[in-house]
Every structure is written in C-alpha cells, then in structure tokens.
C-alpha cells in the first residue's frame, strides 16, 4: 500500500465504487462516515455544487480526525442544460433523467475535499460526457435490470448504459464513476 506523509487516509464515503477506486491507488485506508445534509444554496453556481457538498461532509467528519489523518470527501453531480441531476428516487424519476440525457453533451462534475486537523484542500474536476440517442426500450431496460437509484444522474457509466452509450468523453473517466483519481492521487501526495 502506498502511505504519503505518514498519514492515514480516512474515506468519508459509503460509495462502493469510491472504495474500489481508492484501493487502486493503492492507498491504505478506513472508512468514517456521517450522514450529512447534502443540500445548497439555491443560487449556488452548478458547477460549484459538488465541491461544497463535498465540503460539507468533511466539515461533519473533521472533528473525529487525530493527528495523523487525512481525510478524503467527494461528491459528484450530473448537469444537463444548467439543471443538476441528483439520486433519482424510482424507476420513473431514473427514466426521466436518462431521457434529458439522451442525445445530449453533459458535465459530470465531482468537488474533493482533503482535510486534516492542519490543512484544508479541496477541487473540483468536471469530465463532458455525450450519449447517442436512447430508445426508450434502452432506458427501460437498463432502468429495470440496473436500479441505479444510488448514482447521480440515474445511471453508472461503467455498467451497461455506458457500454452502449457513451459516444465521447473528455476528460477522466473516473471521474464519471465517482473520484477523479489521477487529481486525486497528485493532491494527497503533495497534501
């Protein structure tokens, strides 16, 4: 495992797919989370939303950290024509949000917040993703066999929808799955 700075990296997150990309950077890590109000002012800058939500879990964890630990929050939202997709609910709201995606360039942006008792560092990273044009038996289906009621903008670019749909993508795609690894990776070795 790779430690930098003799410091404990603690991972404020329950994202399944976050853990999976923290451990391939190789960071020896805990996990520590809160359950935390993830609203935001309403005249917010869309893409400044991520990074203050991330923010704002960490400001909850900082108070439990010790000397040694640095703490890692992110949050990643979806943004189509200026309107930010969050978690759908159900079926219908996950269909509705992949039929505004359909056919469309939007930004995938996720804040990082690093933080020990010392410092205070956080970013954000916005990768464009550009689907083809849905059918709306493609969405049904994917909606129905996936559930992606836990991913912002109701869908996973690394599961089916993103095999078939995604026609171009600039920026990190691991990102679009939920950490910016490489950003994430140069920040904590320099923290």
């Known amino acids: ?46 893409e400044k939303v991520a990074e203050y939500i991330a923010k704002k879990k960490a400001e909850a964890l900082i108070l439990d950290l010790v000397e040694d630990e640095l703490l890692l929050c992110a949050d990643t939202v979806v943004i189509v024509d200026n309107e930010i997709l969050g978690k759908p609910n159900n079926e219908v709201e996950a269909i509705e949000m992949i039929a505004k995606l359909s056919g469309k360039t939007h930004d995938v942006t996720t804040g990082v917040a ?15 993703v550009t689907f083809k044009h849905f059918t709306n038996e493609e969405i049904e289906f994917y909606v129905s066999h996936y559930k992606p009621f836990d991913k912002a903008g109701g869908y996973g670019i690394q599961e089916w929808i993103g095999y078939i749909g995604v026609t171009e993508l600039k920026g990190s795609y691991f990102n679009v799955v939920g950490l910016p690894t490489a950003e994430v990776y140069e920040a904590i070795s320099r923290f």
């Not at 430690?3 to 451990?23: A, F, T, V, Y």
């Not at 690093?114 to 464009?128: E, G, M, Q, R």
Request: no cysteine; glycine share 4%.
């Open 114 to 128: 690093l933080y020990s008792n010392l410092k205070k560092h956080s970013f954000s990273v916005t990768t464009k």
């Open 1 to 46: 495992m790779v430690k930098r700075n003799n410091m404990k990296i603690i991972l404020g997150s329950k994202s399944p797919r976050r853990k999976e990309l923290i451990e391939g950077l190789g960071f020896d890590y805990v996990i520590r989370t809160k359950d935390t109000d993830e609203s935001y002012p309403t005249d917010l800058a869309t």
